[in-house]
């Protein structure tokens, strides 16, 4: 059987999410490990900053959460609260939404198939993807493809990260050359930054009142952390500003900005206060070269794009949904072969059988029209005598149910 098991954004904190994370370095190891300790019969894994799932094929997910948590060195009690299983058809539900980018911390988002593939071509390359994880994938990329492609899923912005980074692009030809300052680590930094890197900007830096976890923000997108108190003599070296704090009095007042403009010899600055109370005094919005835009002007963009964004969401669950039934129904399939090949090995072996019988008839000089006769007969007669057998001998509502298969099976007509 199919399952997913991993804690996301949704389920657990940065503080949990991050213990549990396999980097670039370890992924392959910890396929290899979890293939061999013959826990599960398939295994890819995919870790990103929102994310660590492992999808397997496997008898139950018990040991697989063992594994995970000894492999990390992290205690069940610290673990089972942000932990979430998935099982068919769940399991295959998830994997396409993924996929799709409706599971995403920004809805639509493209980078996360592209780590998806990155994590199906590491378990290709380590041998831990078997026929039924390589479909599934298979199948997920080409849902995600149509959903991208039939549907408005990603044509909107409904975040007010997004927002963010349509209004910059008003100001600059593209967040890629600008140097970004993210002021604050919290959830809502945590998703501008999401946003804002996804175009690689020149130069990512944190200011943040604990610099640990600035740091922490930071080098996932290669960037560096600096304390908030010095912040005045950075500001002047970036383009872009997104602030979002709990601080009860402004980050950046008049002052403030005003020397950064000078020294950055009247080069626009655009900044995103998201803070409420707000991090950016309000007379700062009034000097010529600040763009300045707060919580309610980015929610004029969110509103206009969340209708038809959220009827997005609605056809993509529903092509994701007919996908499933269409998985579940190759899977259902699979669990036939064992039992066609059987049927086929049986059938040839009476074959066999039979030809060696018509063989040694022929060789004694009978007539080969009479033996040819007697191959057919007998042939048919040992192909149908086991069902014959069986609906003679059942009774009852089973008699039914097999006269009703053995008309699917055979293709037969009432004469009636």
Avoid at 67 to 82: G, I, K, M, R, T
Avoid at 167 to 188: K, T, Y
Avoid at 298 to 310: F, H, K, P, T, Y
Avoid at 368 to 385: F, M, W
Wanted: aromatic residues 6%; negative net charge; proline residues 3%.
């Amino acid at each position: 059987m199919i399952f997913t098991l991993g804690i996301n954004h949704h389920s657990a904190p940065l503080a949990i999410r991050e213990r549990v994370a396999f980097g670039a370095d370890k992924l392959r190891h910890a396929l290899s490990e979890l293939a061999s300790s013959q826990v599960v019969r398939e295994v890819a894994i995919l870790s990103t900053c929102n994310r660590t799932e492992i999808y397997c094929v496997a008898e139950s997910t018990q040991r697989v959460i063992d594994w995970l948590s000894a492999y990390h060195q992290v205690e069940h009690a610290d673990l089972l609260p942000f932990l979430y299983v998935h099982d068919q058809p769940a399991a295959i539900q998830h994997a396409f939404r993924v996929a799709s980018g409706l599971d995403s911390m920004v809805i639509g988002e493209p980078q996360i198939l592209g780590q998806v593939k990155d994590a199906v071509r590491a378990a290709e390359e380590i041998g831990t993807l078997g026929t039924q994880l390589h479909k599934l994938f298979q199948r997920a990329f080409a849902v995600a493809k149509e959903v991208r492609s039939t549907t408005a899923i990603g044509a909107n912005i409904v975040s007010m990260a997004a927002a963010g980074v349509h209004l910059a692009e008003r100001i600059f030809e593209s967040v890629a050359g600008q140097r970004i300052l993210f002021i604050g680590a919290g959830e809502m930094i945590e998703l501008c930054a999401a946003h804002f890197c996804a175009d690689k900007p020149k130069q990512v830096t944190v200011a943040n009142r604990t610099i640990e976890r600035g740091r922490l923000l930071a080098e996932r997108y290669g960037g560096a952390a600096i304390r908030l108190d010095d912040l005045a003599d950075y500001l002047p070296q970036h383009d872009i500003v997104v602030s979002c704090t709990a601080s009860p009095l402004p980050i950046i007042g008049l002052g403030m900005a005003e020397r950064a403009i000078k020294a950055r010899r009247h080069r626009p600055i655009f900044i995103v206060d998201l803070a409420v109370p707000r991090d950016v005094e309000e007379e700062v919005g009034e000097l010529d070269d600040v763009f300045l835009y707060t919580v309610d002007d980015l929610a004029q963009i969110v509103e206009s794009g969340m209708e038809s964004r959220q009827a997005a969401v609605v056809e993509a669950e529903d092509i994701i949904g007919a996908r499933v039934r269409d998985f579940l129904g190759w899977l259902q399939a699979r669990d036939s072969v064992p039992v066609i090949r059987s049927l086929r090995d049986s059938a040839e072996r009476m074959r066999r059988h039979e030809l060696e019988h018509a063989l040694k008839m022929l060789s004694k000089g009978e007539a080969a029209d009479k033996v040819i006769e007697q191959l057919s007969l007998r042939l048919t007669n040992k192909l149908l005598h086991a069902p014959t057998q069986s609906l003679n001998q059942a009774e009852g509502a089973e008699r039914g149910e097999l006269q009703l298969a053995a008309a699917r099976l055979f293709h037969l007509h009432s004469n009636d």
